[in-house]
């Protein structure tokens, strides 16, 4: 699934603007507001030096002289007033997506019926790890995701693109899927039917699917195949076998495999492969707003 992402890479678009207008927010406070002090205590001097000739002259100048000059001098131009105004803003705003919680927004079907077309949603930047922004390389490493998480990930075919799914398999898991029933290391998940899922004009079967602890739900059509349409020859792409009824995967050290809960309209990990650890941008918790539908703000598992 693809978020809909600004010009490619909002993230680094937001870092070069907090680093230029911190720049021009230190040079002024540091370099360029002393060299205006420093400009207009010298024509304060000259100016207290004229009135008092002229005073002594008998001449008497006007008053609120003084203060025009010193706040004329003093005036940040208009260039450095905006930038140093826009800084702490916009670096509050890169510090927060970056480190503590992203917004994103839902654009297809493939997470129903947990996420619908038009929800945005916050991801916790910091539940897995502390990482750079920009690089998204981990510093601090803190929890591992879990079976049954819904994670946002750079797309590994291209990492400009952020998708959403939900983490079925970890590290060393042997997932299968046959005749559209996950199995984990073995065994089998646990599953009960809901009434149909009404998707705007047809109808697909709901379920509620139990991940090793993780009751959530899933829609199944009943119209399309178990069997896995064209995969990619994707890295560690040895590890798993395909056939009518499914596929099986050993999920490799260091990554993660990934499925959509609209399972039979998800392009997910059965087709591109595993989801390497550096890939990841933070877990999904809530629904923080649908303009079509605010009864849809809250959490979601």
């Not at 911190?22 to 205006?36: A, E």
């Not at 002259?57 to 025009?68: F, P």
């Not at 890169?94 to 019926?113: D, H, Y």
């Amino acid at each position: 699934m693809k978020f809909a992402f600004l010009l490619g890479n909002f993230a680094l678009i937001l870092f070069v603007l907090t680093v230029g207008t911190g720049i021009v927010w230190c040079l002024d406070k540091f370099v360029f507001s002393r060299q205006r002090r420093a400009a207009a205590d010298q024509a304060l001097a000259d100016f207290d030096a004229r009135v008092a000739k002229l005073t002594a002259d008998g001449v008497k100048m006007e008053q609120g002289k003084r203060a025009e000059i010193e706040a004329n001098l003093l005036r940040q131009p208009t260039w450095i007033e905006y930038s140093g105004s826009f800084f702490p803003v916009i670096a509050m705003v890169f510090f927060l997506r970056s480190f503590l919680f992203e917004p994103f927004k839902i654009p297809s079907g493939s997470m129903m019926p947990t996420l619908l077309i038009g929800d945005l949603i916050l991801v916790n930047k910091f539940t897995y790890g502390i990482r750079l922004p920009v690089i998204n390389k981990k510093v601090i490493d803190l929890n591992q995701p879990q079976r049954g998480d819904v994670m946002v990930f750079k797309y590994p075919l291209d990492p400009t693109v952020d998708y959403i799914k939900r983490v079925v398999g970890i590290p060393g898991d042997k997932v299968e899927y046959k005749n559209k029933r996950l199995s984990i290391n073995g065994k089998p998940l646990q599953y009960e039917q809901l009434p149909d899922f009404l998707d705007e004009i047809s109808y697909s079967k709901q379920f509620t699917e139990n991940l090793t602890g993780v009751s959530h739900r899933i829609l199944n059509d009943e119209t399309r195949p178990a069997f896995v349409n064209d995969p990619l020859n994707f890295p560690y792409r040895q590890n798993c076998s395909y056939d009518s009824e499914g596929f099986t995967c050993v999920v490799p050290e260091g990554h993660y495999f990934m499925m959509g809960d609209n399972r039979d309209n998800s392009a997910d990990g059965r087709i591109w492969g595993f989801v390497p650890d550096q890939n990841i941008v933070g877990k999904a918790f809530f629904v923080w707003m649908n303009f079509g539908d605010v009864k849809r703000i809250g959490s979601f598992h």
